[in-house]
């Protein structure tokens, strides 16, 4: 992700499936071109009647205004992420402002995890692991490589983000973890 000095940016969301339950977990910094203005931001959430949990990464304003549009999408279609995602995904192409917006989420409920890119293009993750922002691909290949290892998906992303935050400069180690299913 290429940052600008003059946008303010979350970073590093990570999502492991695995049986039956879902993590997503964030690290807690944000930054303003090379320069930290929080290190304990909460960039992931419950979502909807608390049913769908989220995370995203860049920037913090457009995220925000990504999550209130999903929201109002799990409003409309309750119970259905992937529709919701979808139809959030059709606005994100169609509407002029949207179109405009740098970030991305990582969106799960207890039967899909979905990738929203800030294209507007929904992903269903392969293997049920993904990660996004300026980290992502740090956690993202830390989390495969744990995924024979380790059974328990929270503690899968909580240490593919440690080892995110230890080559990263852009993500720190106050992580925020959600998780649905037993």
Avoid at 23 to 34: E, F, H, R, S
Avoid at 58 to 72: I, M, N, P, S, V
Avoid at 81 to 88: K, P, S, T
Avoid at 100 to 105: N, S, T
Wanted: charged share 25%; aromatic share 4%; with cysteine.
């Amino acid at each position: 992700m290429q940052h600008s000095p003059d946008t303010i940016y979350g970073t590093t969301i990570v999502t492991v499936r695995k049986g039956n339950r879902v993590a997503i977990a964030g690290d807690g910094q944000v930054t303003l071109g090379q320069t930290v203005l929080k290190s304990n931001a909460r960039k992931v959430r419950r979502l909807g009647r608390g049913d769908v949990i989220g995370g995203f990464a860049g920037a913090t304003a457009d995220a925000f205004t990504l999550f209130e549009r999903l929201e109002a999408k799990l409003e409309q279609y309750p119970g259905q992420l992937q529709r919701a995602a979808v139809e959030l995904a059709k606005d994100w192409r169609t509407d002029r402002y949207l179109r405009r917006l740098e970030a991305m989420m990582i969106v799960a409920d207890a039967s899909v995890s979905l990738v929203l890119t800030g294209t507007g293009d929904v992903l269903e993750p392969e293997a049920g692991v993904a990660g996004i922002g300026s980290g992502g691909m740090f956690a993202l290949a830390a989390a495969r490589a744990l995924l024979d290892r380790e059974e328990d998906p929270e503690a899968i992303v909580r240490r593919s983000l440690e080892i995110a935050a230890d080559i990263c400069v852009y993500t720190n180690r106050n992580i925020v973890v959600e998780t649905i299913g037993a």
